[in-house]
Structures are given as C-alpha cells and as structure tokens.
C-alpha cells in the first residue's frame, strides 16, 4: 500500500488479465466502488463465472459489521453482489424468510422458512461461509448460551462449516471473540469463541474446538470496513486469490488480508495530523486539532488502511474526528487497547506497564529528537502472546508446500527499518526499537 | 388449540423466538417473548478508566450505537460533575449525531426490516381476490418491497425498488454522520464534556447537502409530497383533527385516480407511506377511502388491557436556546422530544427516573430478588445448562431478557411512545380516529405511521441545528481530568431509536469505575411476564389478536403467521441491546451492566 498506487496506474488494465498482485494493488489503492466502477465491463465478463454462494450467519454481536456491509457498494452492495454474480443464500438481517413452526414441525417452505431454507443450503457443498458474531461455547462446553431455531448455534456454525469451502470470519467477534471475550469473571463460563482465534489465542478458535479444518478469511474490525469485506469476496470470487493455496502468502499471521493490514505500515503513518505529532504539538483536551498521542491514540501500532481508505464515503478517520484510535483491527481487542484516553507510556498495553527503562526513553527523546521516538518505545512494550507462527496452524494442510512459518516469519525481513511498527504482536524483548 | 412458534423471527438485531397457542379462528390465547442468547461481558469497565464507557458500550448495538454513546457521554457528564457546562455548541452536535442516526434506523427499519413482510405471498392471496385493482396493488407490493434472494413459487423476484433505495438512504445517513463522527457504525465523537470534533463550515455546508439528499428520498420515496408540506400540515397542524384530514384528503386524491387508473406507483403520487397509510388500514382504506381490501394492521399489534401497559419516554435532543449545560434529570420540557410517561388510557404523567425497576422472574438469571432497581442490579447468568429450557412455560423461566418497569408497570417504548409523549398532532389524532371507532387506540399500523412520522419531526429539527444553531467557532467541549470522577455518580437518560436508554455509571475514590449500568429499550419492549406474572409488551400485543393476514379474510394459515411477523417486527426488537447481555460488571460490589 502506499502513494505509488495511484489509481491511474490501474486505469487502462484488463483486471480480467491483471495477476494477484496488481489486482490487489489496484482494490487496495481504488476501494470497491471505484473498482467496480473502472471495471464495469470486466466484471460483466467475470458475471460469466458461475454464480458464487454465500451463506452468512450471525452469533453473538451487535450486527454492526452487516451495517457497515450495507455502506459499501456501489451504487448499493446489492448491485456489488450482483456485478460479483454472488447469490446472498442466507442473511438473516436481509432475507424474507424466518423460522416457522406449527406444533414443533418445521412448516411451509424454503421460499419462506428460514429454518428450511438453511438446511437446503448448506447440504449443498462449495459456498463461502461468511461469520459474523462470536460463537457461544457455554457453559460447559454445550453452547446453550446461544439457542435458535432449537440449535445451538455452535452446531449451527458446525453444520454450516462442514461443507463451505472457505470460511470468512467478519469483525472482530468472528474473527477473535471482540467484546464478548474480553476479560471479565464470567468470560470462562460463557466461553464466546472466534473462529480461528479467541482473543490472541490460535488454539482456541471455535475450529480447533470442534476440529474442522477449513482455510480461514480473516476481516478484522469493529466494525469492518465495507471495502475490507466486499473486495475480499470479490476477489475470491473471481478467481484472484487461489483458495487455500495463495492464503498463506496474501495473509498476515492472524489470517487477515496484508493488502487492507499492511504488515509494513501503520495508520499513523497517514494521519492528517500527523504534522502535529512529527512536531511534538499533543493535544491534551478532546475537540482540538493536534495529535492525540497524550490523548491515548493507537494508531501508531495499528496495522490498518484506515488512513488511506478512509470510512463511510471515503472521507473520514477517527484521529481525524478528534478521537484517538482505539486500534479495533488488532487480535486483542479490546482488551489491548484499554484505557483508550490514556498515553501508552502510561499505561502500557493490554495492562503491560513500560519499565522505568522506557520512560526514560521517552523523556529523553522527546527531549532530544522529538516525538517519533514514543512510537518505537511504546511498541517494545507490546503484550505477552503466542508466537506468530502458531496461529496459521491450521494452514499446513490447505496450503501443502508451504510451511506455515514462511508468512509470517518473513515479514520483518520484507520491512527492514519498519520492524517496528509490525511489532505490537511481537513478544516483548524481541525489540528492533531498542536503538531508541 | 395449534402451537406457533416462530424461530427465529429473523430481520431483527439478534436471536428471537415467540411462542404462541392459537385457537380455531387463528386467536393467539398464549404467547410467550424469548430471548434466545446471552452476550454478557462481565466486569468490562470495572476498575477503568470510565472514559472508555462511550465508545465501548457503543459495541453492545451496531444499529443504534450513537444512541448508546450519547448516552454514555450524558452519564460522564454528571460523573464528572460538567453537565452544567457542555458548551451549546456541542450539544448541538450531539444531536445532529443522534438525529442521523434515528433517521437512518427508522429508515431502515421501515424498509428494510419491516417492510419486507409486505411482500409476503399472503398479500398475493389476499388482494388476487379483487381483480385488476387487486392484483395492480400486489405488484406495487412486491415491486417495492421484495428482499434479496427472494423467490417465489421457484420465480427470482428482482430487489425492491423502496427496498434498495432504503440502504443507499442508509447509507448516506451513515455517510453524514461520519462526517464529524469519523466513521459509522461505531462512530467517536461522543465524550465527557462534549464532543470530540469541532465541525467546520465546510462540514456544515457538507451536512446541509446530504440532509436534502435524504429530503429527496423522503419526498420522491417516502411521501410522494414535498417534506415541508408534510410537517407543516402535520406536526405543525392547528389540531390532531387537521392532521389526520390533511393526510386523509391526500389519500382520496390518491385513491379517486388510481382506482381508475389502476396505478398506484411512486410516480403516481403513491410514496411509501400513502400507500401503507391506504392500504395498512381497515379503518382509513376500507371504510374511509372505500378500498376493496386492506391489510387491517389497524385490528392488529393492539392491548386488549389499558390498566397492564404503560408508554414511556425519558427525553431526547436538548434544546439549543437553553445555552450551555442541561438538566440530567430531563424534566417535562427540556427536551425537544419531551420526557413523559402515558398510562395506558393515554393519560399524560410526569416522568421520574427513580421508578424504574426491573424483574427477573423469569428470566434464566440465579438472584435472590425478583425485583431491583437499576443501581442494585445484579447479573448472574445460569450456568447449569438443563436449566435453559425455553418449554417450560409461562410459570417458568424462558428468556434471557429481563422485565423492567415503571411503577410496575410494563411500558412500550419507541418512536410511538414518543410521538403520543410529546403530542404529535398526527399520531394523537390517529389515535383519537381509532378509539372513537371501536379499533384499538394503538395498534401495528399506527406504530408503524408513528415511525415514519418520526422521522419528518427529527428531519425539521435537523436542519434547524446545522443551519442555524450550530456555530462552527464555538466551543465543543471542557477539559476534565480523571481526578474529577472521584467518588462520583452519573445518570444519562436519553431516547435511541427504539426508545428509552439510560446508562448510569459510579466511581470510587480512585475514579475508576465502581458500577456501570445500561438500561435498554428493546429489553421493555420484549420483555416476558414480570414478577406479579403481567406479560411483556410484545407478548400482550399479540395476546387476543389473529396470527393470519388480514384478519384471516383468507382464513387461519398456521404456516404463515404473517400477523405475528407484522407486530413483532413493529416493535423493531433489538436483542443485542435487549438481552441483559452486557453485564459489564465485576466480582461483588463492583458492577457494571446493561439490560
Ligand atoms: S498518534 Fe494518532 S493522532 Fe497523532 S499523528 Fe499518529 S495517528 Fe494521528
Ligand atoms: S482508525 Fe483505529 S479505531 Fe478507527 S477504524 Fe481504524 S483501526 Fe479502528
């Protein structure tokens, strides 16, 4: 991601031609409604792909990320959908159908019954399972914190699962547990699942629990982005990214798309106030203009495309909006980002509180070379947490050739000088900032 | 005696499940509200920062999430000791913010969530028995309305053009609000004192563009009439009377043509809610207007008991010309969209936080007491799972959804009780019309009108505050420090589009949060029975109404139980926010939580 993919670089390809690279160059550089915008006639002659299916379900969440879904597109993500050639098989925020019984027995048809309706679906293999909302394994492992239709939902998610051929996880409830894992007394006895991660957790997913090996999308955010979502989609559905084998290289370590999670860059790098933090000008009282690092922003180690992206018709950015950024694309989130009003030296993240060490560092280079050394040092002090090369552990056998240490472990050899900003899911002490 | 269970009721926000016996004639004789997950996030604020509270409690709900910010930042407000002086200016913001966002949710709701069971082959039934008119309504139906995906009869229905248009409407909305809360769902902007951004001229010019944007919606989708035209013959009329005439003799001129014509399309003067206004209702499309058939949602969604409902509203939108600072405790009159509680013969009462109490009866929550108040609440999941048993009846525990109450009182909340509180003409006399002939006051139909009613009443106040309250060199917040949460306690009573929200929050000596709690209206709306057994007020809505089309012009279809559909949805359910989910609390003294 960066300044050289402007867009008119894409202007005169054929996507239909375009290899993966230059294909997720230009939908990380154009966003999805221009893309689909400048390929319109391609995408005509990609409608004469066959009809791709998605089946999306909904467990536990707040259904933001089908909200943000519905802000993407253009001009709507039913026309995306239908330039994509997907048939929405079953949403059940969208769908006309619902769950009707007569005396306990399942009535009428699929046309109307959603009941029906998934079942027909899912019996059918090769459609791409779409997770949103964190799966229920309480309690006792029985996942009756979570009923519908007289299914437990984690049955639901197994039945689902079983016969889809690459399962998208949407948000941070699917993708790590979000809000519903956060740290709290009753967290065990609930056991809320993402669905290859809970939390930071690669073990813990709700596929390792039920042992299902599927190739895993990842889109992480609270909510996601609508581009994050829809270019991923389509770009599997047109064939650009080879499900399970070219997964490995166009995911990072926690499954998500390095084109939308740069491993090399972090938002604050495109921060419209970013002048103000290369100057050491701190806004202290929310509604200013300056940076809003001593107001407790995140950005500095969120790898994200926010920046450039931008929300909601491409315009806006939460430090733009006076707020700092609550790093809601990362693995641990919330729970990673808290206190959200309160400066890392401070606090440290995810509760590690920076040794004395650090704070001397801070003091010294503020004083010395100005604000960009607080970045470095706040991200040595990133969180206790598996090694990187555990999480892609259900890879292997989607992607045989090649070993699932190769992806991740390679990316800070891609990004030397950048090593930094890659590291808030780096065990502390393998600090490249300590030149600080 | 047939067993219909509807499971889940989709097209809501989270998993839902009714239950309901139904007699020969298609009377619903029993009917049970279940909520069906439990999402709680235990001890999520406790020992923190409370700061986090307006962005965080924004996740228990990605449809009203503004709503749940505003009303966290009004709790930090009086936590912090500042809601005497949050600058004008940043309340204005505030609702600006919140009133996209109600905008946007009924939109959607409308349209989206509800107005998809107006494509139900039902009405094919229904109005195919009444010829060239008949069959000329359903297309219009299905034209508008049909959902993606849909299928009938093995044929692919092409997405409604009201359907559609409805998300890009959506959308925009969203658009507008990430203008200043940089992005939507989930947006920043709501915080301690104020606000997080400042908007500019160019923000203000940008707003002002996207508000007659959505105007167009508004007049070519929704109306069919120009917005201003709407409102000034309307919330502005001199009587509910002229109200309820204006929008009466716009039918008739609607109606005189089309019968004729047989058209009955947007261009034709038809918008959405002429047409559901026509043909929604028995009273106004058959009796008055002389149709050959309506959908009867007037005979439908109605409580049969006026001493065992309530209508509730703490306040929304504070007034810009109070200047600075505002009243935490929204007495009658503070607010734009006025606090109040109606009982249930729409007799008008003072509203006062401190009878707010909720039960747990029967709900699968292990507590001592049946009934507390908000402050005392406790939240303690079951964790034996044979005991989650949704069959065991009414006596018995069924949902994770709690029953609160006002004075005992079970309440509907939303847009209705809104529109009734604060004496819209249009909805009050709709109301009047309806009682003075024998239907019930409040009923599917006039919910629903209510809803759509809303959203012009915002939309005239909307523009008033960013064209002409809001000032871009004004201030937009006050500096506060933690050390001022100190042994502290904070209320913020607001209105999310659903209805009634408050959050109250505590602090300890170390101004880290000591309880946090969230009162939800989809909780009011859906609860089950409370502890003196008086059933929720979903459930009594459906109580002693007929679960078919129409009345059962058809007669009883068990396997489409459309009226259930209808009265549910219209209660636009919201479970996120309902489930006592988000017990945000901690171990022993210290809690948080929403219900
Ligand atoms: S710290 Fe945050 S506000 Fe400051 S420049 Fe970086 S991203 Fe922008
Ligand atoms: S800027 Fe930060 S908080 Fe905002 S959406 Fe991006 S990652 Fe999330």
Redesign the interface.
């Known amino acids: 991601m960066g300044i050289e993919n402007s867009p008119d670089r894409f202007k005169h390809l054929d996507f239909m031609k375009m290899d993966r690279r230059t294909f997720l160059k230009a939908v990380g550089a154009l966003g999805a409604s221009l893309f689909l915008q400048t390929y319109r006639s391609d995408v005509v002659k990609a409608l004469e792909f066959a009809e791709t299916r998605i089946v999306w379900i909904?467990g536990?969440?707040?259904?933001?990320?089908?909200?943000?879904l519905?802000?993407g597109g253009e001009?709507?993500?039913?026309q995306a959908?239908d330039r994509l050639n997907i048939?929405?098989?079953y949403?059940?925020?969208?769908?006309?159908?619902?769950?009707?019984?007569?005396?306990?027995e399942m009535?009428?048809t699929s046309?109307?019954n959603?009941?029906i309706l998934f079942e027909e679906v899912v019996k059918e293999e090769g459609y791409i399972l779409v997770v949103e909302g964190a799966i229920?394994n309480g309690?006792?492992g029985?996942g009756?914190?979570?009923?519908?239709?007289?299914k437990t939902?984690k049955d639901i998610f197994r039945k689902a699962a079983e016969n889809a051929s690459l399962i998208v996880a949407v948000g941070q409830c699917a993708t790590n547990g979000?809000?519903?894992?956060?740290?709290?007394?009753?967290?065990d006895?609930?056991d809320f699942r993402g669905v290859a991660f809970t939390m930071e957790d690669g073990e813990k997913g709700m596929l390792q629990e039920l042992g299902i090996e599927k190739p895993v999308i990842n889109i992480n955010g609270?909510?996601p982005h609508p581009d994050w979502m829809l270019l991923t989609l389509g770009a599997v559905v047109l064939g650009k990214i080879k499900i399970p084998d070219d997964l490995p290289e166009v995911l990072d370590q926690w499954l998500r798309p390095k084109v939308f999670f740069p491993p090399d860059s972090v938002i604050h790098d495109n921060c419209p106030r970013r002048g103000f933090y290369d100057k050491g000008e701190f806004d202290?009282?929310?509604?200013g203009e300056k940076c809003l690092w001593k107001l407790g922003c995140k950005a500095p180690y969120t790898h994200a495309d926010c920046a450039i992206r931008r929300?909601?018709?491409y315009?806006?950015?939460?430090p733009?909006?006076?707020?700092p950024c609550?790093s809601?694309v990362s693995p641990g989130f919330?729970d990673s980002s808290?206190?959200?009003?309160?400066e890392i030296e401070d606090v440290g993240i995810a509760g590690t509180n920076i040794d004395t060490v650090a704070k001397v560092a801070i003091g010294a280079s503020l004083l010395a070379v100005g604000a960009h050394a607080i970045r470095r040092v706040a991200v040595k002090e990133a969180p206790e947490r598996k090694e990187p090369e555990e999480a892609p552990g259900k890879e292997p056998e989607e992607a045989p050739g090649k070993e699932p240490e190769e992806a991740p472990g390679k990316e800070p050899e891609e990004a030397p000088g950048k090593e930094t900003e890659g590291a808030p899911y780096k065990k502390a002490g393998k600090d490249e900032g300590e030149d600080q | 005696m047939v067993e219909v269970t509807v499971d889940q009721l989709t097209r809501i926000e989270g998993h839902y499940r009714i239950d309901t016996q139904v007699n020969e004639e298609g009377v619903i004789t029993e009917a049970q509200s279940m909520g069906l997950m439990l999402r709680g996030f235990e001890r999520f604020l406790q020992h923190q920062d409370p700061r986090d509270a307006a962005l965080l409690t924004q996740r228990i709900c990605g449809v009203c999430p503004t709503s749940h910010s505003l009303a966290a930042a009004g709790a930090l407000d009086q936590l912090f000791g500042v809601e005497d002086a949050v600058p004008k200016d940043a309340l204005v913001v505030r609702n600006i913010h919140q009133g996209l966002n109600t905008i946007a949710s009924n939109t959607t709701h409308i349209y989206v969530l509800w107005g998809t069971d107006l494509a139900n082959p039902a009405y094919r039934d229904l109005f195919g028995n009444f010829g060239d008119t008949g069959k000329a309504v359903w297309d219009e139906l299905l034209r508008r309305y049909a959902p993606i995906s849909y299928r009938l009869n093995g044929v692919d229905i092409p997405v409604g053009v009201s359907y559609a248009a409805a998300i890009r409407e959506k959308r925009r909305l969203h658009e507008a609000i990430s203008l200043m809360g940089a992005k939507m769902p989930h947006s920043v902007l709501a915080h301690v004192g104020g606000v997080t951004y400042g908007p500019t001229l160019a923000d203000i010019g940008q707003l002002a563009s996207y508000y007659w944007q959505v105007m167009d919606f508004v007049e070519n989708f929704a109306l069919g009439v120009s917005p201003e035209t709407w409102i000034e013959n309307t919330r502005f009329a001199s009587s509910p009377q002229k109200a309820v005439n204006f929008v009466v003799d716009r039918l008739q001129e609607l109606t005189a043509a089309s019968l004729v014509s047989n058209d009955f399309s947007h261009a034709a003067g038809w918008g959405d809610v002429p047409l559901l206004a026509a043909f929604g209702s028995e009273l106004i499309g058959e009796e008055v207007l002389g149709l050959p058939a309506s959908m009867k949602l007037d005979r439908t969604g109605g409580y049969s008991n006026p001493d065992t409902i309530g209508y509730l509203s703490y306040g929304v939108f504070y007034k810009p010309e109070d200047g600075d600072g505002y009243d935490p405790t929204s007495p009658p009159g503070s607010r734009v969209i006025s606090s109040g509680y109606m009982d249930g013969n729409l007799k008008l009462h003072k509203f006062d936080h401190r009878k707010i109490s909720e039960s747990i009866a029967h709900s699968f929550y292990v507590d001592s007491e049946a009934d507390r108040f908000p402050w005392e609440g406790v939240t303690e999941p079951e964790p034996e799972p044979d005991e989650i048993d949704y069959s065991r009846g009414t006596e018995s525990r069924y949902s994770w959804i709690k029953a609160p109450n006002y004075d005992g009182m079970p309440c509907e909340l939303g847009p209705l009780s809104r529109m009734l509180i604060m004496e819209d003409p249009l909805i009050t006399g709709l109301a009047q019309l309806f009682r003075e002939n024998g239907y019930p006051a409040i009923n599917t139909y006039i919910r629903m009108l209510a809803r759509a009613q809303e959203i012009l009443v915002v939309a005239s106040e909307l523009l008033k505050w960013v064209t002409v309250d809001l000032d871009p060199s004004g201030k937009f917040a006050v500096p506060t420090d933690l050390s001022m949460a100190k042994d502290s306690e904070g209320m913020g009573l607001w209105e999310a589009p659903r209805g009634a929200l408050g959050h109250w929050v505590a602090t300890g000596p170390d101004s880290r949060v000591t309880l946090y709690q969230a009162v939800v209206p989809s909780t009011w709306n859906l609860a089950p029975r409370n502890t003196a057994g008086i059933p929720g007020p979903v459930e009594q809505a459906l109580l002693g109404n007929r679960i078919s089309a129409a009345e059962n012009a058809l007669g009883v279809d068990y396997t489409n139980p459309i009226g259930i559909f209808h009265t549910a949805r219209s209660f636009d359910p919201c479970l996120a926010c309902a489930i006592h989910t988000i017990d945000l609390t901690g171990k022993e003294e210290e809690r948080v939580r929403v219900i």
């Open positions: 909904h536990g969440e707040c259904t933001g990320c089908s909200e943000s519905l802000n001009p709507d993500v039913l959908f048939r929405l098989e949403h059940e925020l969208l769908l006309g159908q619902q769950g009707i019984y007569v005396d306990g009535v009428n046309e109307l959603s009941e229920a309690p006792n029985t009756k914190y979570m009923i519908l239709g007289g939902y979000g809000v519903n894992s956060a740290d709290s007394d009753i967290k006895l609930m609270c909510p202290t009282v929310v509604s929300w909601n018709g315009h806006s950015l939460c733009q909006s006076g707020s609550i809601c919330p808290r206190p959200f009003f309160q």
